[in-house]
């Protein structure tokens, strides 16, 4: 499976922003599918994941009310809306996907499968 993470960029604080997740070689329904993010000097954390069988979403507290995450598995594309930025949502985001389970799993050491990354800097 190969993750290709697009979107990115460069907006101001309150500005929205939507990422895209395109996967290849693999039928994504197959896939627990989650996005992550790093910033620089601290850890990559869990942002949201949403369940393969019936869609439900999960967001960590920081990103609740303001990022959407959603999947496509005819288009193989999971995405992520992001609304009302600040600043500390600057990192790098990843696109990540791992065998289907019983649970959202929120620990990076999960998922098998990683994008590259997508820089999102939100200024003031």
């Known amino acids: 499976v190969q993750l290709q993470a697009s979107g990115g960029g460069l907006v101001q604080d309150g500005d929205s922003l939507s990422l895209s997740c395109a996967s290849s070689g693999g039928t994504m329904n197959r896939l627990e599918m989650a996005w992550f993010r790093q910033a620089p000097g601290k850890e990559r954390e869990f942002v949201a994941a949403i369940r393969w069988e019936n869609g439900i979403q999960y967001y960590t507290d920081s990103v609740k009310g303001r990022f959407i995450i959603s999947r496509d598995d005819v288009k193989d594309t999971l995405y992520l809306q992001m609304n009302s930025l600040k600043l500390e949502d600057t990192a790098v985001y990843y696109c990540?996907?791992?065998?289907?389970?019983?649970?959202?799993?929120?620990?990076?050491?999960?998922?098998?499968?990683w994008g590259q990354g997508t820089q999102v800097t939100v200024s003031s």
């Open positions: 990540a996907a791992k065998p289907r389970g019983t649970t959202i799993v929120k620990q990076p050491p999960s998922y098998a499968y």
